[in-house]
């Protein structure tokens, strides 16, 4: 069965330092990869995907990630974070075949200082 | 229109009450999906309905009842709650859950449920 981890619970940066999100995951193949943000109290908004092709994926909101099938990784970045970038983020990974819904990680939090 | 619409936005209920969440989906998806999210944790995953068709139940007590009366809404039938029941619900589609890109969840705003 497939798994997430980010090993990140928590991650301070100040307001314009870039930004990396560690995300690993755990699956028998070439997975799908997302990244989903959630503000406080809403519903969870996709960053971007992984399916195939370009390892270097460009998402929405200047997020870029990177998928590292030899890291079993797929780290989100950001060069200049901005305040409205504080939020919870989610890595979830897909299977290829089969009945089985997004498995997410534990997420993690990001603050943004001044 | 890639929205997923979820009502109400805030529900508080007793424990006696009976209250039903709304979710609807206007993108033809075929797979809806219902998610409880405790503060500070990743979503859980609780119903999967497939092509109308109820296919995965995450062991969750009888006092949630999912329906799905049609293949653009899915409804969630609350009775007899309790008060660690309180959470962020949240309503997912995708174009199927066959697994591969089909799998790709669009979410709803979520309903922040309170029971007293």
């Known amino acids: 069965a497939q798994s997430v981890t980010q090993p990140d619970i928590h991650i301070t940066v100040s307001e314009g330092a870039s930004l990396e999100l560690r995300c690993n995951y755990s699956?028998?193949?070439?997975?799908?990869l997302f990244w989903y943000v959630q503000s406080p109290g809403q519903g969870l908004q996709l960053l971007l995907k992984?399916?195939?092709?370009?390892?270097l994926v460009q998402g929405i909101k200047g997020f870029e990630a990177e998928f590292k099938r030899s890291q079993s990784s797929f780290n989100l970045r950001k060069p200049s974070v901005h305040w409205s970038d504080a939020a919870e983020y989610f890595c979830?990974?897909?299977?290829?075949?089969?009945?089985?819904?997004?498995?997410f990680g534990k997420g993690t939090r990001l603050s943004v200082i001044a | 229109d890639t929205e997923v619409t979820q009502t109400p936005k805030h529900l508080v209920m007793g424990m006696t009450n009976k209250k039903s969440l709304k979710c609807e989906q206007h993108?033809?998806?075929?797979?809806m999906y219902w998610y409880k999210q405790k503060a500070k944790k990743p979503p859980e995953l609780m119903f999967v309905?497939?092509?109308?068709?109820?296919?995965i139940n995450e062991s969750v007590p009888s006092r949630f009842s999912p329906e799905c009366p049609n293949s653009s809404l899915l409804n969630l039938h609350l009775h007899a709650l309790q008060p660690e029941d309180s959470a962020l619900y949240l309503c997912?589609?995708?174009?199927?859950?066959?697994?591969?890109?089909?799998?790709?969840?669009?979410f709803g705003q979520g309903t922040r449920l309170t029971v007293v």
């Open positions: 997912a589609s995708s174009r199927s859950s066959g697994g591969g890109r089909e799998a790709e969840a669009f």
């Open positions: 699956y028998g193949a070439t997975p799908y």
């Open positions: 992984y399916f195939s092709g370009d390892t």
């Open positions: 979830a990974v897909g299977s290829r075949s089969g009945n089985t819904p997004l498995v």
């Open positions: 993108m033809g998806h075929r797979a």
């Open positions: 309905y497939s092509y109308e068709k109820l296919s």
